[in-house]
Nanobody, 117 residues
Framework: QVQLVESGGGLVQPGGSLSLSCTAS????????MGWYRQAPGNQRDMVAT???????NYADSVKGRFTASRDGAKTAVYLQMNSLNAEDTAVYYC???????????WGQGTQVTVSS
């Protein structure tokens, strides 16, 4: 089992920046890829960014060039730097960690990001 705790959400004005953090505990030795999804009201949960153990990243087209995902050296935390935020980025952001031993994703509790003037 992997437990994930997120932090860093909040209210930001359009054009502003925000950073999210997610720290894993438990069976962290089994973690492969980590990343972020988001879900706006009435919408499905969509991938925002993923990052492998080797540091390879993949981004949703809507955030490319604005968001940057990274991981710590121990590979037990994942971060999301969000720049040039706009109203369409408003959502609950969830971090995830894929376990190579259980072959399933584990999810954080979600953190609200609201972009509004």
């Amino acid at each position: 089992q992997v437990q994930l705790v997120e932090s860093g959400g909040g209210l930001v004005q359009p054009g502003g920046s925000l950073s999210l953090s997610c720290t894993a505990s438990g069976s962290t030795f089994s973690i492969g890829a980590m990343g972020w999804y988001r879900q706006a009201p009435g919408n499905q949960r969509d991938m925002v960014a993923t990052i492998t153990n080797s540091g390879r990243t993949n981004y949703a087209d809507s955030v490319k060039g604005r968001f940057t995902a990274s991981r710590d050296g121990a590979k037990t935390a994942v971060y999301l730097q969000m720049n040039s935020l706009n109203a369409e980025d408003t959502a609950v952001y969830y971090c995830y960690a894929y376990s190579v031993s259980t072959r399933q994703n584990y999810w954080g509790q979600g953190t609200q990001v609201t972009v509004s003037s």
